[in-house]
């Protein structure tokens, strides 16, 4: 699932979204990454698919608002957490 993508149009919803000077997280994109492979990379019929989904819940949560209702702000996926590894950079204060 597209998170990053999903998650701004979820939360547009509850708070005011805005862009800042100052990353909060960092990531590379590399060629053996899932969203440069071909089968699941950007570019393939799965993204695609998972792009139109996600443009459809946003466009019923337009709807939604605009006729006084609710919008559906629930993830479309939700997967198990992960334990994060520091790779580099300066040490974290909870690692």
């Known amino acids: 699932m597209n998170a990053d993508s999903e998650f ?21 994109r590399h060629n053996a990454s899932l ?12 993204r695609a698919e998972v792009r139109r989904k996600l443009h459809e819940r946003a466009q019923e949560n337009v709807r939604k608002v605009l006729n006084a209702k609710q919008p559906n702000l629930h993830p479309m996926a939700v997967a198990p957490s992960i334990e994060l590894t520091h790779v580099t950079g300066p040490k974290l204060r909870w690692a």
């Not at 701004?8 to 590379?28: D, E, G, L």
């Not at 969203?35 to 799965?46: F, I, K, L, N, Q």
């Open 35 to 46: 969203t440069r492979h071909p089968t699941t990379g950007d570019a393939s019929p799965e």
């Open 8 to 28: 701004i149009r979820r939360s547009v919803f509850a708070t005011k979204v805005r862009n800042i000077r100052q990353r909060c997280y960092f990531y590379r």
